[in-house]
């Protein structure tokens, strides 16, 4: 019998689908090999990556207006890469909401990148998500839309005219999300 993974992050997957993915980890797709073997310059590598590049658009209902990008490094990577990379005059927003946010404000100040706290729940312990508005003339906005260590979760994303960052390391696939306001 298999025991239920009820912690935060991963969960218990259907056992047809860790067969699966056993069985083509030695062979992917009765070609002899692993996945994980092939170069991404092959045929093969491109089918699966642009595969599912066109299955997450799918399931989030995303039409040609939007890239979907597998990065390297997960969030925390991110955390450097995204005002490496978006902080053009060095002023960015962030909606202070649990250890990640917390993170990810520590590694933009680390880059000399003038991080403004618009809005925290530290005073509370992060027992909720506090509300938030942003300016208009930040480099960007940066929220987490789950903080899984505290059991709070954006139910609506704020709406701003700056480039909407959102963190959704633990939630996406979860629920229907507009991406009409998300510069990320």
């Known amino acids: 019998m298999r025991k239920i993974n009820f912690s935060a992050g991963p969960s218990t997957l259907p056992l047809e689908i860790l ?3 056993q069985k083509e980890l030695c062979d992917y797709q009765g070609k002899g090999y692993s996945i994980m073997e092939i170069s991404h310059r092959t045929k093969v ?14 399931l989030y209902g995303l039409n040609d207006d939007y890239e979907i990008l597998f990065l390297q490094g997960g969030a925390s990577l991110q955390f450097a890469m995204i005002p490496m990379n978006l902080a053009l005059n ?15 404000i520590k590694e ?4 000399g990148v ?3 706290t618009v809005a925290s729940s530290e005073e509370s312990n992060f027992d909720h998500i506090p509300r938030v508005e942003f300016s208009d003339n930040a480099d960007y906005a940066y929220i987490c839309s789950n903080n899984t260590i505290y059991g709070t979760q954006y139910q609506n994303y704020p709406k701003t005219k700056t480039p909407l960052i959102v963190d959704a390391s633990s939630d996406f696939f979860s629920r229907k999300v507009d991406f009409s306001n998300i510069a990320l």
Not at 45 to 58: D, L, M, S, T
Not at 108 to 111: C, D, F, N, V
């Open 19 to 21: 067969e699966q993915a």
């Open 45 to 58: 590598f491109e089918e699966v990556h642009f595969g599912a590049q066109e299955k997450a658009k799918k």
């Open 90 to 104: 060095g002023v960015c927003e962030y909606a202070n909401t649990g250890v990640w946010t917390k993170k990810a």
């Open 108 to 111: 933009a100040q680390i880059l």
């Open 114 to 116: 003038n991080v403004k």
